[in-house]
């Protein structure tokens, strides 16, 4: 059954994860945006999307662009936890996960090291 939550509080999870991230990789993301919405219309079960270009892949052509953004689902989250304890740690795996995308860092690494 999923865990009922408000979008306020589920927004504070999303904070509270983001405090969660070292003060340097913090400082270092660069032109990146942080997004909640409540499902990906083109794939509904996905928790998470990074959207943009690496901060790996960025070159002296990167300029006057778009921000990044990182967008949180929350819907899937919500539906696939059974508790709040449960939402609270995927939020964070999720928001990791993401951001790691944001540092050039690839699916398969993280889902080989436990981040999803």
Do not use: K
Not at 7 to 31: G, Q, R
């Amino acid at each position: 059954m999923p865990v009922a939550m408000s979008d306020t509080a589920f927004d504070e999870l999303v904070s509270d994860a983001l405090d969660t991230i070292p003060e340097e990789l913090a400082a270092a993301m660069n032109n990146v945006v942080i997004l909640v919405e409540p499902h990906n219309e083109e794939e509904p079960d996905l928790l998470g999307l990074y959207f943009g270009i690496a901060l790996t892949e960025r070159d002296s052509h990167y300029g006057g662009t778009l921000p990044d953004t990182i967008t949180i689902y929350r819907e899937p989250i919500l539906d696939m936890c059974d508790d709040e304890e449960q939402v609270v740690s995927e939020v964070a795996i999720t928001v990791v996960h993401e951001i790691a995308h944001h540092f050039g860092i690839s699916d398969d690494w993280l889902h080989a090291n436990g981040w999803g």
